[in-house]
């Protein structure tokens, strides 16, 4: 199980919605991230927050310096443009960003940069964001990352850092959608089924092991689809050489399909 740091952007009453006066991306990303902690926590990973009250405040980089020691440091918000006051331009503007780090060239920036593609790809579909989900760096004129979390986490020895912008507040649509806690704990879930599954996933797989099969993965090597019920069931390892994984019988003894997947098309389940 990981050790997760999770972030709720800013304090207080901070970053008011234009157009959704009820909306405060302070507040709603506080309760996103309470949520977000219960449903890890459940799933057996230990989980702590830069803050343990939303109405005090914590400089940006000592908060992305507590990723020290953690597997994994999220800071979590919502977006807004200059000029977004303009209804027609924020009507239109309501993409899922990762912020990722940039600066450093080895396996932690990179690996950050590919799992939070993934993560804004995937809150896409929860929200229902209608623009293309994206992994985005900014820069300092001196070449230093522009947001203070990603510095305090460049700090650190935690391998995987990003930020989370949960679509744009300063569109009505989504400030709305994001008012609603029922919305909210759906997409707590969906966060922590992606983080558990990564984990999951980056744990060993051997013979032996039980394994889902990602949805829609094929044959290794291959094209070829493999049959719609096999993705539901559990299965059994039978060989692994490097990324070829032979998966055997299902889980619960009823089918045998031997058949070569790639590793990465696999989640460990035990």
């Known amino acids: 199980m990981a050790n997760i740091m999770l972030d709720a952007g800013h304090y207080g009453k901070y ?21 977000l902690q219960v449903m890890l926590e459940k799933m057996g990973h230990t989980v702590h927050t830069t803050r343990d009250d939303q109405k005090i405040d ?32 924020a009507e239109k503007i309501d993409y899922v960003v990762a912020y990722v780090p940039s600066y450093a060239k080895n396996s932690r920036c990179e690996n950050s940069q590919k799992l939070g593609l993934k993560f804004a790809e995937y809150i896409k579909g929860v929200i229902g964001s209608k623009q293309s989900a994206r992994a985005d760096t900014k820069l300092k004129d001196n070449g230093d990352e522009w947001y203070g979390v990603l ?12 930020i989370i912008e949960h679509g744009f507040h300063s569109n009505p649509k989504t400030a709305n959608w994001l008012l609603d806690d029922e919305n909210l704990l759906n997409l707590a879930s969906a966060e922590a089924n992606m983080i558990d599954a990564y984990f999951k996933g980056k744990a060993k797989i051997k013979v032996g092991s039980t394994v889902r099969i990602r949805e829609g993965a094929t044959m290794y090597n291959s094209k070829r689809k493999l049959f719609s019920w096999v993705y539901p069931l559990e299965w059994i390892v039978l060989q692994v050489k490097g990324k070829r994984v032979v998966v055997d019988r299902s889980a619960d003894g009823m089918h045998s ?10 989640t460990l389940v035990k």
């Open 15 to 35: 970053n008011r919605s234009p157009h959704v006066k009820e909306y405060y991306e302070s507040e709603r990303m506080w309760v996103l991230c309470r949520f």
């Open 151 to 162: 510095r305090g986490w460049q700090k650190t020895n935690c391998p995987l850092g990003f």
């Open 58 to 89: 914590l400089a940006v980089v000592e908060r992305g310096k507590k990723a020290k020691n953690h597997d994994m440091f999220i800071s979590l918000h919502s977006n807004d443009f200059d000029g977004s006051d303009d209804l027609v331009k």
């Open 257 to 266: 399909i031997e058949t070569p997947v790639s590793i990465d098309d696999l």
